[in-house]
T-cell receptor, first 112, second 114 residues
Framework: SQWGEENLQALSIQEGEDVTMNCSYKTYTTVVQWYRQKSGKGPAQLILIRSNEREKRSGRLRATLDTSSQSSSLSITGTLATDTAVYFCATDRGSALGRLHFGAGTQLIVIP | DAGVTQTPRHEVAEKGQTIILKCEPVSGHNDLFWYRQTKIQGLELLSYFRSKSLMEDGGAFKDRFKAEMLNSSFSTLKIQPTEPKDSAVYLC????????????FGKGTRLTVV
């Protein structure tokens, strides 16, 4: 398996709180992508961070990538109830951006 | 501009039946991917096409799963014969090879095999 943490984790927080989700991977990757999947929908890409970037921001989202420890994190500031979803990190398998190893995901529940 | 369209959204099949799932990628995208999602295994890559050519035909899924892309705007995934263990959500995704920034997923087809 590509992933250090295989079990689907669950987090439950109050609206307005900040949250950070982590993932670690085993083999070298040039890209880490973070996805959000809401109930009944397909995954939606949130942030793509490349191996030459340590941090990337998009609105309330911030992703980090540490290639030395082979880990990545996604932080959400000021969570909203609409952030409730499963969040996945994914590494590329090469050849195409959509050839991905997905982690097990983190179920985030934001309580209004 | 339409995203990735998958039909049907839900499918119920009896064991042994043949089912065909359909996918229309984002217009102009030349990379297309089929994934399977289950609670136990998570998201697994089944097949990958580039410019209609099959580039990857995922290993363990080969024997009863066949993905095809007869034109650049339409792909099918055939499962023949279906087994109860095939119950899952099947997702289609597309991206543009030359714009290496974003992958778009469809809403998926939920398959239940009884």
């Amino acid at each position: 398996s590509q992933w250090g943490e295989e079990n689907l984790q669950a987090l439950s927080i109050q609206e307005g709180e900040d949250v950070t989700m982590n993932c670690s991977y085993k083999t070298y990757t040039t890209v880490v992508q973070w996805y959000r999947q809401k109930s009944g929908k397909g995954p939606a890409q949130l942030i793509l961070i490349r191996s030459n970037e340590r941090e990337k921001r998009s609105g309330r989202l911030r992703a980090t990538l540490d290639t030395s420890s082979q880990s990545s994190s996604l932080s959400i500031t000021g969570t909203l109830a609409t952030d409730t979803a499963v969040y996945f990190c994914a590494t590329d398998r090469g050849s195409a951006l959509g050839r991905l190893h997905f982690g097990a995901g983190t179920q985030l529940i934001v309580i209004p | 501009d339409a995203g990735v369209t998958q039909t049907p959204r839900h499918e119920v099949a009896e064991k042994g039946q043949t089912i065909i799932l359909k996918c229309e990628p984002v217009s102009g995208h030349n990379d297309l991917f089929w994934y399977r999602q289950t609670k136990i295994q998570g998201l697994e890559l089944l097949s990958y096409f580039r410019s209609k050519s099959l580039m990857e035909d995922g290993g363990a899924f080969k024997d009863r799963f066949k993905a095809e892309m007869l034109n650049s705007s339409f792909s099918t995934l055939k499962i023949q014969p279906t087994e109860p263990k095939d119950s899952a959500v099947y997702l289609c995704a597309s991206s543009l090879e030359t714009k290496n920034t974003e992958v778009f997923f469809g809403k998926g087809t939920r398959l239940t095999v009884v």
